[in-house]
Nanobody, 124 residues
Framework: QVQLVESGGGSVRAGESLTLSCKAS????????ASWYHQFPGKERELVAT??????????DIAKGRFSITRNHLNPNYKLVSLEMKDLRPEDTGTYLC???????????????WGRGTQVTVFS
């Protein structure tokens, strides 16, 4: 199994910054892609950013120029996926969820995991 724990959410004023973190631990041989999603109450989850195993990244239009997704696998106990968010706007308010696609061992299967999310509130 793989556990994802997000942190770093909070309440900030428009224009301020937050950095979200997602700690992935458990049976992980390699993470293929790691993504952050945004969900507003009553709405579908929307992809914000993805960093792939080859270190390439994609951002949705709302995130370009303001958000940055990074991966840090230096700690032997967990893998870290972060989302640095700058110049936050009220429309960025919502729950941010971490998603990873994981290979649990050599010759194993690719599996998808979601975190429970961390809340971000941006007020004007």
């Amino acid at each position: 199994q793989v556990q994802l724990v997000e942190s770093g959410g909070g309440s900030v004023r428009a224009g301020e910054s937050l950095t979200l973190s997602c700690k992935a631990s458990g049976q992980i041989f390699v993470i293929n892609n790691a993504s952050w999603y945004h969900q507003f109450p009553g709405k579908e989850r929307e992809l914000v950013a993805t960093r792939f195993h080859d270190n390439s990244v994609t951002y949705t239009d709302i995130a370009k120029g303001r958000f940055s997704i990074t991966r840090n696998h230096l700690n032997p106990n967990y893998k870290l996926v972060s989302l640095e968010m700058k110049d936050l706007r009220p429309e960025d308010t919502g729950t941010y969820l971490c998603f990873v696609e994981v290979l649990d061992r050599i010759g194993g299967n690719w599996r998808n995991f979601w975190g429970r999310g961390t809340q971000v509130t941006v007020f004007s």
